[in-house]
């Protein structure tokens, strides 16, 4: 099975700008985990999406929005870009399931510089 | 509320010697616990993940971690290092059901230094 895509690898805006990050999951995961990487913060999650269905959001403002479509690819968007936006985003894919088979494959992440 | 520290945030050892990376978590509900390991500029690989049964569990690349409940305990550990093991590792908890669906909490991660 493939894995866990995320496109594009790197990305430089400026300040004030909208970014979208794409992420696809591993076949029949039906689960999608979006997660903000700094040197500062370490790893903490953005918000979790289920059959096109946001089941969980973390502690981010709301210029960070996200979406599933219906063959579970995701997407995250964050408008008014600021300077400490800038960081690794990782996205995870499951099966989404509360069993203690459903387990987070991760993909390469999109680093995103704000300038 | 779950919460992940991991002890160290650099260790170093020479190659062939003992491993040891330490994680303790807190939750309030029985925790699913992961080790995940990220080489630079990549994402994260899971090592090798604790649900239920045995409280030891072996991953990949010979790493293994003991569940210690008593001690709310999750180290890393293995037998000899070597030099492809230099990586930053992280340890995660996970509970599941109501706000946790999809969400990880991860340590602040240990680097792993192997000198020749």
């Known amino acids: 099975k493939a894995g866990v895509t995320q496109t594009p690898r790197y990305l430089i805006k400026t300040r004030g700008q909208q970014v979208t990050l794409s992420c696809s999951p591993i076949s029949g995961h039906r689960s999608v985990s979006w997660y903000q990487q700094t040197p500062g913060q370490g790893l903490q999650f953005l918000f979790e999406y289920f059959s096109e269905t946001q089941r969980n959001k973390g502690n981010f403002p709301g210029r960070f929005s996200g979406r599933q479509f219906s063959n579970s690819r995701s997407e995250m968007n964050v408008s008014t870009l600021e300077l400490g936006d800038s960081a690794l985003y990782l996205c995870a894919s499951s099966q989404g399931t509360t069993g203690s088979t459903d387990t987070q494959y991760f993909g390469p992440g999109t680093r995103l510089t704000v300038l | 509320a779950q919460s992940v520290t991991q002890l160290g945030s650099h260790v170093s050892v020479s190659e062939g010697a003992l491993v040891l990376l330490r994680c303790n978590y807190s939750s309030s509900v029985p925790p699913y616990l992961f080790w995940y390991v990220q080489y630079p500029n990549q994402g994260l690989q899971l090592l090798l993940k604790?649900?239920?049964?045995?409280?030891l569990v072996k991953g990949i690349n010979g790493f293994e971690a003991e569940f210690k409940k008593s001690e709310t305990s999750f180290h890393l550990t293995k037998p000899s290092a070597h030099m492809s093991d230099a990586a930053e590792y992280f340890c995660a908890v996970r509970t599941f059901g109501g706000t946790s669906y999809g969400k990880l909490t991860f340590g602040q991660g240990t680097i792993l230094t192997v000198h020749p």
């Open positions: 604790y649900t239920t049964g045995a409280t």
